[in-house]
C-alpha cells in the first residue's frame, strides 16, 4: 500500500476538504461546493479506501458531482496509482496468478481499481514495445 486512509484523510484536511464515513446509496461521493467526501460505511475496507482515493482524486481537481464516464475512467487510474506499488503489484500476480478478485484482495483495494491499475499496465507494455 503505497498511502494509508489515515495519510489520505491528513492530506484532504490539510487541503480543507472533510471525510464523512456514513450509510450512503453509492460508494463514495465528493461534493465540491461543501468541500467534503463522503464514503459509505457500510463496504468493506479495501472498498472504503478504494472509495477514498477515488474521491480524493475529484476532490483534487474540483470536480463536481458525477463526472463523464471518460473522466470517471481516469480518475479511477489516479486512484489506482497512488494505492498500488509496482513492486507490491508484481508480489501479488506471483501469489496470485492473473486472478483478479484474489489480487484485489491482496493488495487491499477494490477490483475496480485493480482493473484501473491493469489498463494502465497495458497501455505502459504498449509504449514500451515500440
Ligand atoms: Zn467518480
Do not use: W
Not at 463496504?43 to 463526472?67: R, T, V
Not at 480518475?75 to 508484481?90: C, D, K, M, R
Amino acid at each position: 500500500m503505497l498511502v494509508t486512509e489515515e495519510q489520505l484523510i491528513t492530506e484532504l484536511e490539510n487541503n480543507k476538504i472533510h471525510v464523512a464515513y456514513l450509510t450512503f446509496p453509492m460508494t463514495g461521493a465528493y461534493f465540491h461546493a461543501k468541500k467534503l467526501i463522503i464514503i459509505n460505511i457500510k463496504q468493506a475496507p479495501s472498498c472504503q479506501l478504494s472509495a477514498l482515493a477515488h474521491e480524493a482524486i475529484h476532490a483534487k481537481h474540483g470536480h463536481d458531482g458525477h463526472q463523464s464516464d471518460d473522466i470517471e475512467l481516469r480518475v479511477e487510474e489516479e486512484a489506482a496509482q497512488i494505492l498500488i506499488s509496482p513492486t507490491e503489484y508484481a508480489l501479488a500476480e506471483q501469489l496470485c496468478g492473473r486472478h483478479t478478485a484474489p489480487i484485489a484482495e491482496e493488495l487491499g483495494v477494490s477490483i475496480k481499481i485493480l482493473e484501473a491499475y491493469r489498463r494502465i499496465l497495458t497501455r505502459l507494455n504498449h509504449v514500451s514495445t515500440y
